[in-house]
């Protein structure tokens, strides 16, 4: 069974930097798209960032130029990296994977983190 870890979270100063991870277990890691979403209080989760198993990745252009995905197939994590942070950017943080098969992921094989959340205050 694949799960997913998300940790990472806690109380950051704003203009600060935090590092998010999410660890994968049950499958095989590299075979899987991952991605970064946020859900703010009374908001829709929202899609931040992605990188393909082939390590192509994407972000909201609300994100670009200040955060980093990233992923390390040989510990089966990848890793959110913000920096510059305000308060505005305060989430609850999931990961999440699509196993890719025949090049193409699959909404079957989809799998979530339980979230971190982290909080950007002085």
């Known amino acids: 069974q694949v799960q997913l870890v998300d940790s990472g979270g806690g109380l950051v100063q704003p203009g600060g930097s935090l590092r998010l991870s999410c660890v994968v277990s049950g499958d095989i890691f590299s075979i899987y798209d991952m991605g970064w979403y946020r859900q703010a209080p009374g908001k829709q989760r929202e899609l931040v960032a992605g990188?393909?198993?082939?390590?192509?990745?994407k972000y909201a252009d609300s994100v670009k130029g200040r955060f980093t995905i990233s992923r390390e197939n040989a510990n089966n994590t990848t890793y959110w990296q913000m920096n510059s942070l305000t308060p505005e950017e305060a989430a609850v943080y999931y990961c999440?994977?699509?196993?890719?098969?025949?090049?193409?992921?699959?909404?079957?094989?989809?799998?979530w983190g339980q979230g971190t959340q982290f909080t950007v205050s002085s």
């Open positions: 990188i393909t198993s082939g390590g192509n990745s």
């Open positions: 999440n994977a699509r196993k890719v098969v025949a090049g193409y992921p699959i909404t079957e094989y989809e799998y």
